[in-house]
């Protein structure tokens, strides 16, 4: 027996639209959940403000979010291991596991891959959803659900540090001090980086930046160099995607260095100043989501509570998500972390 729930549907740039949507019974194997909580990620806001995400264009209607937490509703048949009441964050990525790339352990890049936020697979800004019993993660009786919804965004971004390989005592560059750069802060402390300086043209994100554990916080990259005798930081991680930079990365990283790009760059065509890269015969790493890194997100989270603590500054109810992503959009209300909430 189907129920029929809220859905906040993008139907063009910058317009949603709340209706109403049948939601299924859970099939075998799967649960259907009561979406208390969704963090809106930066590529939403690409979609919402422009379309596409990168080279992907929005088909209309959609569902976009993809942090999502809440709690079980029903489960499907052959599901024992979840009740009704259960609290858990969700995966939203759907595997294939036979693929090449899924067998030799790149989950992330499954040659079958769906994604629920795409046009296809309809994401979690809606109040109920289906979805397979594995990918739930059940979370701590302490664990506000705002705050679990940073359990996907901070996998990705453990993914990226996995990738630059970050060395205790190394120094970082973060470029862009929204969520995904504030995550990334945070956890380069926690992985033992030395000085960490973070760059945003936002004054309330660099602020943010300062209070979850920046060392330094500021504008222009020319204090980046000074700071370092103009030798360069070990690694610069681009979460931000706009104002060129990841050719910023590339100026303040020194040679024979890494540049980590997680952030989604605007638009088809990106420019990149491959001289600077090849003069300094740095290693680029490009981030796709995470692979198997949300049980790790989940324990960093739960030890740490307090160094996260400031990330999630706003929670908005979902009649209100268009005026919430104008806001986000234009920086207003100091914005960090924004959680499009449901309810308890």
Not at 99 to 123: D, I, K, Q, T
Request: aromatic share 6%; proline share 6%.
């Amino acid at each position: 027996m189907s129920l029929r729930a809220r859905t906040a549907e993008l139907t063009g740039v910058r317009r949603f639209q709340l209706t109403e949507r049948d939601v299924p019974d859970p099939g075998p194997g799967e649960i259907q959940v009561r979406v208390a909580a969704v963090g809106i990620c930066g590529s939403d806001l690409h979609s919402y403000s422009e379309g596409a995400v990168g080279d992907s264009p929005c088909v209309y209607p959609m569902v976009l979010g993809h942090e999502p937490a809440g709690v079980v509703a029903k489960t499907g048949p052959g599901v024992t291991s979840w009740s009704p009441g259960d609290r858990a964050a969700f995966e939203p990525a759907l595997y294939c596991y036979h693929c090449e790339f899924c067998l030799s352990g790149h989950h992330n890049v499954c040659a079958n891959l769906r994604f629920m936020s795409n046009p296809e697979e309809p994401g979690f800004f809606r109040e109920y959803a289906n979805l397979p019993a594995g990918n739930l993660i059940a979370i701590p009786t302490g664990m506000s659900l705002e705050h679990a919804t940073l359990i996907e965004p901070l996998a990705v971004v453990l993914h990226s540090l996995q990738l630059a390989a970050v060395r205790p005592g190394e120094t970082a560059a973060v470029f862009g001090a929204g969520p995904i750069g504030l995550l990334t802060v945070v956890a380069l402390k926690l992985a033992g980086a030395g000085r960490v300086w973070a760059a945003d043209p936002v004054a309330h994100r660099l602020e943010l930046a300062r209070a979850v554990g920046a060392d330094a916080a500021m504008d222009p990259v020319r204090e980046i160099l000074l700071d370092t005798g103009n030798r360069g930081v070990d690694v610069a991680i681009d979460c931000g995607g706009k104002h060129g930079s990841i050719n910023q990365c590339a100026s303040v990283t020194r040679n024979a260095g890494r540049v980590v790009v997680t952030a989604i760059q605007p638009g088809i065509d990106t420019a990149v100043n491959l001289h600077t890269m090849r003069r300094k015969e740095m290693t680029i790493f490009n981030v796709r989501r995470s692979n198997h890194e949300s049980a790790e997100a989940l324990t960093m989270l739960t030890e740490h509570t307090a160094r996260f603590a400031p990330i999630v500054t706003h929670a908005r109810p979902l009649e209100e998500i268009s005026k919430t992503f104008e806001r986000l959009e234009n920086y207003e209300d100091g914005m960090g972390k924004v959680v499009i909430n449901n309810g308890p």
